[in-house]
C-alpha cells in the first residue's frame, strides 16, 4: 500500500528556515507529481509547490523565492526548504504524490508548521 511520511515540521521563529521531507513507499515514485499543500486553521488547503515527473517546479506565489521543492527519486523522498518564514506559513503541511492519467492521488498525515514571534 501507498504511504508517504512526512518530517521536519516544528517551531520557528520568523526569518527562520525548516527542511520537510516526505518519504514515499509502495509507488513508482519517478512517475508522479509530487506536491507539498498546506492547510492553516479556518482556510482551505492550498497548493504551496509542486515538481512533476518530467522535472518542472511550480510555487504559488506566496512562497516563490523563499521556498524551494526538490525530489530525490533514488531515495523516493520530496523536499520543501523553506526559508524566511513569516507568521502566515504558520499549517499543516501535507505531502501529495498524484498521478494525473490514472486518478491516483495519496495524502501523507500531514506536519505541523507554527512560526512564532
Known amino acids: 500500500q501507498v504511504q508517504l511520511v512526512e518530517s521536519g515540521g516544528g517551531l520557528v ?6 527542511r ?7 509507488l513508482t515514485f519517478r512517475f508522479y507529481t509530487m506536491a507539498w499543500h498546506r492547510q492553516a486553521p479556518g482556510k482551505e488547503r492550498e497548493l504551496v509547490a509542486s515538481f512533476t515527473n518530467s522535472g518542472s517546479t511550480n510555487y504559488a506565489d506566496s512562497v ?12 523516493n523522498t520530496v523536499y ?7 507568521l502566515e ?6 505531502c501529495n504524490a498524484a498521478w494525473r492519467l490514472r486518478k491516483q492521488d495519496f495524502w ?4 505541523q508548521v507554527t512560526v512564532f514571534s
Open 20 to 26: 520537510l521531507s516526505c518519504a514515499a513507499s509502495g
Open 80 to 86: 520543501l526548504q523553506m526559508n524566511s518564514l513569516k
Open 108 to 111: 501523507g498525515q500531514g506536519t
Open 13 to 18: 521563529q520568523p526569518g527562520g528556515s525548516l
Open 64 to 75: 516563490k523565492d523563499r521556498f524551494t521543492i526538490s525530489r530525490d527519486n533514488a531515495k
Open 89 to 94: 506559513d504558520t499549517a499543516v503541511y501535507y
